[in-house]
């Protein structure tokens, strides 16, 4: 069984930065067998999507409006996922879910995530 808790959202002005940390906790098998790791957002009204994902072994993956503003990365040792947010936009705004699979394909459609955090918010103001 794995657990994940994000933290670091809040309130900042379009072209600030965020850091959003996602502590992953459980048995060492269950943390192992999560290949796929990853970050989704929802804005009131509007489906959950994909931000970015990493593989366990480095690959990532990054939606279009966020690619060269966003990076994904993670510590395998102290089991954490990173999401760094620069030039953060009014459009950036949501609620932000880390979510993990197993398997090797990391898809981007969060149904096929089993694993999520409660969220963590963030605002961006013009």
């Known amino acids: 069984q794995v657990q994940l808790a994000e933290s670091g959202g809040g309130s900042v002005q379009a072209g600030g930065s965020l850091r959003l940390t996602c502590a992953i906790s459980g048995d060492t098998s269950s943390i192992a067998a999560t290949n796929c790791r990853g970050w989704f957002r929802q804005a009131p009204g509007k489906d959950r999507e994909q931000v970015a994902l990493?593989?366990?072994?480095?690959?990532?993956n990054y939606a279009y409006s966020v690619k060269g503003r966003f990076a994904i990365s993670q510590d395998n040792r102290d089991n954490m996922l990173f999401l760094q947010m620069n030039n953060l936009k009014p459009e950036d705004s949501g609620q932000y879910f880390c979510?993990?699979?197993?398997?090797?394909?990391?898809?981007?459609?969060?149904?096929?995530?089993?694993?999520w955090g409660q969220g963590t918010q963030v605002t961006v103001s013009s």
């Open positions: 979510a993990a699979k197993t398997g090797s394909y990391c898809s981007t459609r969060p149904e096929l995530y089993p694993t």
């Open positions: 990493i593989h366990k072994y480095g690959r990532t």
